[in-house]
């Protein structure tokens, strides 16, 4: 058996979409019910979740990328700021505590570093924690930066999930949680 293709006329609402660019939809409980004719016995009580999880990180993803880059900030960079603002005052972490933070290897820690201490956003220093670690501090520009872009950014993504009711956002965020920790 062949599937049509999403978005064609067995599902005619299905190439309305919110996010420009974002494929075509094909419900999820369909997708399931064609795999139960097609495969019976097969288990399919995934499809209805991961399916539009899959498809709402997309679609999330691809527009974090737009928006920060019309703010003009990339992703690591905003990962590299973010991680050191969230600390608190003074603003800085040793590249160490920064790896653990952003689950990134060292060596792409210390090029995002590298990267944002030429671009003027951060500096390096020695650490008061030891002798051997490496600070690594937010600069007047880099804080700048950091406030403006996650203030855009945060309230764009506040319009993104505003259809759902605050008690609706908070059983999401513990059924996303329970099932992030069960994978995790």
Known sequence: MTFNEPGTDDYPDAAASRWPGAPPRWPAAD??????RELPGVRTESIEIITP?????????????????????????????SVIRRAGPPYELTTRE????????????????????????????????????????????????????VSRLLAHEADLVSALAPAERTALTAFLAKLEQALT
């Open 31 to 36: 997708i399931a019910a064609a795999w139960r």
């Open 53 to 81: 999880v899959w498809r709402i990180a997309k679609a999330l993803a691809d527009d974090r990328r737009r928006t920060l880059a019309a703010l003009g900030v990339d992703p690591s960079t905003l990962d590299l700021l």
């Open 98 to 149: 920064i790896t653990r933070r952003t689950l990134v290897t060292p060596g792409a820690v210390s090029q995002r570093v590298a990267r944002a201490e030429r671009a003027g956003l951060v500096e390096r220093a020695s650490s008061s924690a030891s002798r051997r670690a490496v600070a690594v501090r937010l600069t007047a520009a880099g804080h700048a930066l950091i406030e403006a872009t």
